[in-house]
């Protein structure tokens, strides 16, 4: 297997027995998402992964993101949930020309 894959998912076993184990530390009530993404690639070939990974999961692709250009699937347990996403070259080059804008302006703080 993987050695990053192999360390994540012992960090997130770590993790799981740890809080439980240490009931007086807080967590949060918000959700916890672990994304992973394609490499980059043509659009095809990216939904293809991502179609690939629905399949595993036995999950459908989420239509709510394709307007912004994000190709994904994902499966969730409980509070905790996994996404495959795939950005595809629209939507990366649209946050590429906002982003390019990054540290041109400065507000008036007055």
Known sequence: MNNDRDALIAGLIALAGFL?????VPVSA???TVRAFPDKGPDDQMRAEVDKVAGLLGTEIDPAHLPHGHYMTGI???PVR????AILAAARARH????????CITPDNT
């Open 20 to 24: 439980k184990a240490h009931a007086q």
């Open 30 to 32: 918000a959700p916890v």
């Open 76 to 78: 969730g347990f409980g």
């Open 82 to 85: 996994y996404e495959f996403i």
């Open 96 to 103: 590429a020309a906002e982003d390019s804008y990054r540290g």
